[in-house]
């Protein structure tokens, strides 16, 4: 299994600009969550998915759109880039739906706005 | 906002010695715990878990202790090892607060394994 992947490892965009990180997991789980992560911080929860079909935010989900059409994939689209949106953002999926359990991470996409 | 935070944000430990990260927590409804590992330029790693109606949980050279009376989460990592250094991060699942499925993450503690 190649567990999680995210596509692309690195990202340059200028203001304005729109991009769509994409996720994808191939371990059957129908939890999938998104979260960007900023330098000493944390991880931020910016959408998240108990199935496909099925959206949410969490705490930051403003300039982010995400969508759930098959279980395997959960892009993240940003509408227009800012330089706030600076960040490296991971992908994560679990089995359990209701937020407990280990979440499996991506690798992660680092994102620069310019 | 009620949030998961941690009291020393860097710990410098011998090889060989436990170390213990701590978390104090702020969300006294929260009834799941977390911990994960970060290394550089990677995906958070699970290390363990524990429930609201547990105490300690035991893992390979890992223990979760949750003590609900203070809101306080400790991680202690025996025989500490340079390929433990690396980043931890707490979470919790406020979800009975916030209506989400989701953990709120704690900041982070750097833990620095000295030879």
């Known amino acids: 299994n190649a567990g999680v992947t995210q596509t692309p490892k690195f990202q340059v965009l200028k203001t304005g600009q729109s991009m769509t990180l994409q996720c994808a997991q191939d371990m059957n789980h129908e939890y999938m969550s998104w979260y960007r992560q900023d330098p000493g911080m944390g991880l931020r929860l910016i959408h998240y998915?108990?199935?496909?079909?099925?959206?949410d935010q969490g705490e930051v989900p403003n300039g982010y759109n995400v969508s759930r059409s098959t279980t395997e994939d959960f892009p993240l689209r940003l509408l227009s880039a800012a330089p706030s949106q600076t960040s490296v953002y991971f992908c994560a999926s679990s089995y359990s739906t209701g937020g407990r359990g280990e979440q499996y991470f991506g690798p992660g996409t680092r994102l620069t706005v310019t | 906002g009620e949030s998961v935070g941690l009291h020393l944000p860097t710990l410098s430990v011998q090889e060989g010695d436990n170390s213990i990260i701590n978390c104090a927590y702020s969300n006294s409804a929260s009834d799941y715990f977390i911990w994960y590992k970060q290394e550089s330029g990677k995906g958070p790693q699970f290390i363990i878990d524990i429930r609201s109606n547990m105490d300690k949980r035991q893992g390979q050279r890992v223990t979760v202790l949750l003590n609900k009376t203070v809101k306080h989460l400790s991680l202690q990592i025996a025989a500490t090892q340079p390929g433990d250094s690396a980043v931890y991060f707490c979470?919790?699942?406020?979800?009975?607060?916030?209506?989400?499925?989701?953990?709120?993450f704690g900041s982070g503690t750097r833990l620095q394994v000295q030879p």
């Open positions: 998915s108990v199935g496909a079909g099925i959206t």
């Open positions: 979470a919790e699942n406020p979800r009975r607060v916030t209506g989400r499925r989701a953990l709120t």
